[in-house]
């Protein structure tokens, strides 16, 4: 359950990060509100998974979905570079957190 909750967590952390871009363009208090309860349901979801995972793991992989994750969400939604190099690093993170899971 721990390592559900902390893939919720990072996709929580991905959807805040959107939501900040989201704001820079609207400027309402919609949005700020959806921003913080994204960010609020990351850190609760992080929170509950370290009561079971190793802090530095736990942390690592919700960092690299998050970073991931945004950069791939700047990609498709925002009109960001996709050139090689972006997607190769993007997926070195992705396996350095897969690579953690296999030996925590």
Known sequence: MAWISLIL?????????????????????????????????????????????PMGTAYAIWTGIGASGGAILGMVLYGESSDWKRIVFISMVLGAAVGLKLVA
Do not use: P
């Not at 704001?23 to 979801?45: M, Y």
């Open 9 to 53: 967590a990072g996709l929580c952390e991905m959807f805040g990060v959107a939501m900040i871009s989201k704001l820079h363009k609207d400027r309402n208090w919609q949005t700020l509100v959806i921003l913080i309860l994204g960010f609020g349901a990351s850190f609760i979801l992080l929170a509950y998974s370290m009561k079971t995972l």
